[in-house]
């Protein structure tokens, strides 16, 4: 976690702050001043990571295609979806965690 000026949260400033200078009274930009503390911008990313290039791409789900589709309809709510899937709605959520069971189920029923 860290804060609107990159660092970590606690971080105290003397004499204003990363972007002014109370003894100088110079104001810098902000994006002037992460580019210089982060010259390698590792909050972007490449287009080729995050468009993808084909419709075959497009397609593709980010979870097992035998689940069928997410649901469409889902609240607007924010939380870690189970499965390392990322971040989603708690609609996804129980989506995930249920066909996550039922696989579980499914793999101990073919063991037997």
């Known amino acids: 976690m860290l804060n609107q000026y990159g660092d970590p949260p606690d971080t105290a400033y003397l004499g204003g702050s990363p972007l002014f ?16 503390k982060f010259p390698d911008s590792p909050w972007s990313h490449s287009r080729s990571q995050t468009i993808p290039r084909s419709d075959e791409e497009m397609s593709k789900s980010r979870f097992p295609a035998h689940w069928g589709e997410p649901p469409k309809m889902q609240t607007k709510d924010l939380r870690t979806l189970p499965g390392d899937y990322g971040m989603g709605s708690s609609t996804l959520a129980n989506w995930i965690q249920g066909n996550m069971e039922k696989d579980k189920t499914n793999q101990s029923a073919d063991m037997d």
């Open 21 to 36: 200078n109370e003894s100088t009274a110079v104001l810098v930009d902000r994006y002037v001043y992460l580019k210089e």
